[in-house]
Every structure is written in C-alpha cells, then in structure tokens.
C-alpha cells in the first residue's frame, strides 16, 4: 500500500455540487497538506495542518475548507464547486524529524474536473 | 504567489548527455530541494540542500546553491530516457511552515 493513498483518483462533478477529496497516510508524519496543480503554475499550497487541533490556510485557501479527522487523515473539500477549481490536487505529509526540514511525501494525486 | 521559478521551462537532450536545470527564488530560505514528477503522478524528492550548503551530491545528480543570486541549479549526469519527466524546486522558509513551488522544467530525454 501507498505511504499517502488519496481518494477519488478521478473526479468529474458539476458546478455547485460539494466534493470531498480525501487523504490518509501510513506514514506517521503530523504534517499534512494540500496542493493544487495547474499547468504552467506548478503546486500551491491550500491547507496545511501540523497536527489535529492545527488548521491553516495557504496561499489560495478561497473555495476549500479542510478537516484533520485524525493524524492520519486529512480531507479537502469543495462546499460549491466551480470550473476554475478544475486541477490536480495532491495530498502531501512531512516530518521534521531528524532532517529539521520538511520533506514532502507525495500522494499519487486527484484529478478533478468541474463542469 | 510562487517563490520558485525554473528556468527553462522546457529542455530537450539525447541520452547520455547532462542536463541542467536552474531555480531562482525570491526570499531568504532554510532550505531548497528538488522534486521530480513523472507525468500526472505524485512528486517525489530527489535532494535537500541546506542555506550554508553550496553543492550535495547524489548518485547522478549535483546540486548547487548560490544565496547570494538566490539561485540554485540542478545537473543530472549521463541522462537515460527513464529521466524523462518535470523537475521542480521548492523553497523552505526558516518557519519551516510551508514549501514553495516553482512551476517546473519539463525535461525530455531522447533515446
């Protein structure tokens, strides 16, 4: 099984429709984060969490909300989704650790589609 | 907005050639590393190098850093068709709170 499993692989919904992507990770990390990939613009950063009770948005936090179910699950959502939330978004989770640094650990990503 | 920007954003080389790629950012940073993504799958790192680091090495690849051009540059050695795929750099500030991403060097390698 995967370090980072993300569910749905695919997704096509409508616009206004709620979705939910959803993470959970066998790593043990307490860091966990979204992205969002869009050609040309590489990842963005959407939430980050650093343990259960620690919520935080990133650069373009506008249109998802998160929830940290528990250390090892982490899911996004979108209360009304809209075309320009088409991407590819990817669950990712670090550890400090040793390193002192934060390296990602990626899931194999949700490809979403609004139409 | 991004801290990272790769340049080029395409490259194009034969097997067994080197390719470079290079990142320059626009803060001070903790750390830079390098993620490679084959296409559409998940990224997964290839190398660290710390603020007061100036080159690492790993198998093939060298990475270099230069803090005063706030610029760090990828070389991949003797290249294979397997290197095929997009490379991304990422910087860490010293809040350790959040990685940013460039938007990549897409790299073909030619058998």
């Known amino acids: 099984d995967a370090d980072v499993t993300q569910t749905p692989r695919n997704r096509i919904t409508k616009t206004g429709k709620r979705i939910m992507l959803e993470c959970s990770q066998t790593?043990?990390?307490?860091?966990m984060y979204w992205y969002r990939q869009d050609p040309g613009l590489g990842l963005r950063l959407i939430y980050y969490s650093f343990d259960v009770k620690d919520i935080n948005k990133g650069e373009i936090s506008d249109g998802y909300s998160v929830s940290r179910q528990a250390q090892a699950k982490f899911s996004l959502s979108l209360e009304s989704a809209i075309p320009n939330q088409t991407a590819l978004y990817f669950c990712?989770?670090?550890?400090?650790?040793?390193?002192?640094?934060?390296?990602?650990?990626f899931g194999a990503g949700s490809r979403l589609t609004v139409l | 907005s991004q801290q990272g920007e790769e340049d080029p954003q395409a490259l194009s080389i034969q097997e067994g050639e080197n390719a470079t790629m290079n990142c320059s950012y626009k803060t001070s940073i903790n750390n830079l590393q390098w993620y490679r993504q084959n296409s559409g799958r998940g990224l997964v790192h290839l190398i660290l190098?710390?603020?007061?680091?100036r080159e690492k090495h790993s198998g093939r690849l060298r990475v270099t850093l230069d803090t005063s051009k706030k610029s760090s540059s990828l070389l991949i050695t003797a290249s294979r068709a397997a290197d095929t795929a997009s490379y991304f750099c990422a910087t860490e500030g010293y809040n350790n709170n959040d990685m940013r991403f460039g938007a990549g060097t897409r790299l073909t390698v030619k058998p």
């Open positions: 190098i710390r603020s007061n680091e």
């Open positions: 790593k043990g990390h307490d860091r």
């Open positions: 990712a989770t670090s550890d400090l650790g040793r390193t002192g640094a934060n390296v990602l650990t």
